[in-house]
């Protein structure tokens, strides 16, 4: 096969003058650097944090820092199990809270909400993200707490206070993400679907929500990534006591908030373990986020083997 | 008929999700407002605290949130959406870009406590500026910078490509088919993202914490510290000493995002093109 004629590069071309030519290039490598800060402030945060807190992992041994069951800096104990306990309890009891009520929300928007009912109830949804989470907190603290206290035979410090204010906090993260997912549907499944004759509910969890699945998961563990990482709303509501709980009434912390706790007062190890669990934050909401695109990947493999 | 029996239960939970996701938000805007709205005087907002239990206004906070959300959006916006352009219009699908994007996303998730601690580590202590506004806007600037290129990523893509042809066919170079055809027709969108990104500043207390500090303080050079309404209000929640102050600095704040955010919406609902 004869070899075809070389296509001539934008710079045999001469359309423009050189100098114009320069230019151009010169403001694609800009807009290259700048597109790259983003790469760079992750690595900036990798060795900041990680160079801080990594003598907590060397020093203490990583396997008994993480799996340490005491939390007693003035003794110089660092064990953050306690905390990533605290963490895991408090995530997962607004994820059970959350999730059916994002979910619901976002299916209402994509398949039942009528136009000027959509109108109302999507913005609610985008500005329920807009809140501060301090505002949360607040809201938590003086109104949810004595609710949680009067059910409880504590003062209403505790996991079940946060699973709600969380739980409020990661429907926004879960709802639009599901709703786009559901959204992306192809509108002939569902006209297939009702053509048969099935309800519009039978549509929904029989074609609907296994056509969108990965979508919904990515918006869970999303969520779960927001739950993992709140700070402050968490920590005005938790009762701040880094133990193992005895019930989910009673006071407890989670990475997060003992950070915010001990900075104050901290210093050298102690000061030095709080950056190790701001690594350890940071690893779990990056790994979150590599699972999605691990999941995402996967699932354009798929669609394309079809 | 039992199909029709679970579809009408079914549903009526589905509304019933929907009406509990409204009603929280209406719950917590409420309450916020009823219990702040007799606060809010003149007095509270331009005078300055006083005293033990910061009897008085909170007039630094405001100045302090306002100064240091301007700075990061002033060091933000610029960089974003170069960035975003960059994604949209020159780069090859790649390896680059997917690390790019890849940094983005997890920039996005970052917990606010781990930035918070970042811009301790990096800005305040290892380069030096001290608990700064420039310190603070800087931090925040990271935490702004994906969600940022992420609408203006969008915003570019949604305008049509014969918008771009009819630049190419007049003989403009890509950078004027960029900033003369494509930037302008997706202005109003990227807009909407930087004042989103902005509320999102606002209200964020994690990050402000450790890098501009709690001193009560107006700040006027760019190495002053402050101290921001939000982290105000959680000192005062969680002191329970003044309450009403509490409520007041509440509202004020969220107040300030809702106009935020209700002036993003229509902002773009008068100017949108693409």
């Not at chain 1, 944090?49 to 990594?54: A, I, M, S, T, Y």
Request: with cysteine; hydrophobic share 55%.
């Amino acid at each position: 096969m004869a070899s075809l004629p070389s296509i001539p590069t934008e710079n045999k071309l001469r359309l423009v003058s050189r100098a114009t030519h320069l230019k151009e290039i010169g403001l694609k490598n800009l807009f290259l650097v700048c597109a790259c800060v983003a790469v760079a402030g992750v690595l900036l945060i990798f060795a900041f944090v990680g160079l801080r807190g990594w003598p907590a992992f060397a020093e203490v041994g990583p396997w008994s820092f993480l799996s340490g069951t005491e939390w007693n800096p003035t003794d110089g104990i660092f064990g953050i199990l306690p905390l990533i306990w605290g963490t895991v309890v408090v995530m997962l009891g607004a994820l059970v809270i959350g999730t059916p009520l994002a979910v619901g929300t976002a299916v209402f928007l994509s398949e039942i909400a009528t136009p000027r009912v959509r109108a109302i109830v999507r913005p609610a949804v985008e500005l329920l993200a807009g809140i501060p989470s301090v505002i949360y907190g607040f809201f938590g603290l003086i109104i949810l707490r004595p609710i949680v206290a009067n059910f409880t035979d504590g003062l209403g410090f505790g996991a079940v206070t946060a699973w709600f204010i969380l739980a409020i906090m990661i429907v926004p993260t879960i709802a639009t993400l599901s709703e786009d997912a559901l959204r992306s549907v192809p509108p002939g499944i569902r006209e297939a679907s009702y053509a048969m004759g099935a309800t519009t509910w039978q549509t929904i969890y029989k074609v609907l929500i296994p056509a969108a699945k990965i979508g919904i998961i990515d918006a869970i563990i999303l969520g779960m990534g927001r739950a993992i990482g709140e700070t402050m709303a968490v920590l005005m509501v938790v009762g701040n006591a880094p133990v193992f709980p005895e019930s989910i009434a009673a006071p407890i912390a989670t990475l997060t908030t003992q950070i915010v706790m001990d900075m104050p007062y901290a210093a050298g190890m102690h000061r030095t373990a709080l950056f190790g669990m701001a690594i350890v934050l940071f690893l779990a909401s990056m790994g979150l986020v590599a699972l999605v695109r691990l999941m995402s990947r996967f699932q354009t493999s798929i669609e394309s083997g079809r | 008929m039992k199909k029709n029996i679970a579809n009408a239960i079914a549903l009526t939970l589905l509304w019933i999700a929907a009406i509990v996701t409204v009603a929280v938000l209406g719950t917590v805007i409420l309450y916020v407002f009823v219990n702040g709205i007799g606060e809010l005087t003149p007095k509270f907002i331009f005078t300055w605290p006083e005293g033990v239990a910061a009897e008085g206004g909170i007039w630094p906070t405001i100045v302090s949130t306002m100064y240091v959300t301007v700075l990061a959006m002033v060091i933000v916006t610029p960089i974003a959406i170069l960035a975003a352009v960059y994604l949209a219009e020159y780069a090859v699908q790649g390896r680059l870009v997917n690390t790019i994007r890849f940094a983005a996303d997890s920039l996005a998730s970052v917990p606010s406590i781990v930035m918070g601690l970042f811009g301790l580590a990096l800005f305040v202590e290892a380069a030096g500026i001290g608990f700064s506004m420039l310190s603070a806007a800087l931090a925040l600037s990271f935490l702004m910078l994906p969600i940022v290129m992420r609408t203006t990523e969008e915003a570019i893509r949604a305008v049509p490509k014969y918008i771009r042809w009819g630049s190419y066919g007049l003989g403009a170079t890509k950078w004027q088919v960029v900033s003369r055809s494509v930037l302008p027709a997706s202005m109003p969108r990227i807009v909407t993202g930087i004042i989103l990104a902005t509320g999102r500043a606002v209200g964020e207390t994690a990050v402000v914490i450790y890098t501009m500090g709690q001193a009560i303080n107006l700040p006027i050079t760019l190495f002053d510290s402050g101290r921001p309404m939000t982290v105000h209000l959680y000192l005062l929640a969680m002191e329970g000493i003044n309450l009403p102050a509490a409520y007041g600095t509440a509202l004020l704040l969220m107040i300030l995002i809702l106009t935020f955010n209700l002036g993003a919406r229509y902002f773009l609902r008068r100017n949108r093109k693409v």
